[in-house]
């Protein structure tokens, strides 16, 4: 049976303008899933973000998501903001060598 998820803004943050909306999600998909290694390709309509798990020399596709460029730069935009309060709670996050 598919889970009623409720569209909440995370702490700190603004709520997202527009229409309020349900989310529902099969329980296989609202449980997530892990992903330690992403390929990003594009063309010209489209970006195209492959998520593996890779915890030996293969990996495995766990998820792709496809979106449009406005979407792209949306989520980059989104990521951004994130993770800026994210190092201003828990400090800042040390990229790999």
């Given at each position: 049976?598919?889970k009623?998820?409720?569209?909440q803004?995370?702490?700190?943050q603004?709520?997202?303008p527009?229409?309020?909306?349900k989310?529902?999600?099969?329980p296989e998909?609202?449980?997530g899933?892990?992903?330690?290694?992403?390929?990003?390709q594009?063309?010209q309509n489209?970006?195209?973000?492959?998520?593996?798990?890779?915890?030996t020399?293969?990996g495995?596709?766990v998820?792709r998501?496809?979106?449009?460029?406005?979407?792209?730069?949306a989520?980059l935009?989104a990521?951004k903001?994130n993770?800026?309060?994210?190092e201003a709670?828990f400090?800042?996050?040390k990229?790999?060598?």
């Open positions: 049976m598919a009623e998820l409720k569209k803004p995370a702490s700190g603004q709520k997202v527009g229409p309020e909306f989310i529902i999600a099969q998909v609202a449980k899933v892990y992903s330690n290694l992403a390929i990003i594009h063309t489209e970006f195209i973000f492959d998520f593996l798990l890779r915890l020399a293969e495995q596709l998820s998501v496809v979106l449009s460029p406005q979407h792209a730069i989520l935009d990521l903001i993770t800026e309060k994210y709670k400090g800042k996050i990229s790999k060598p």
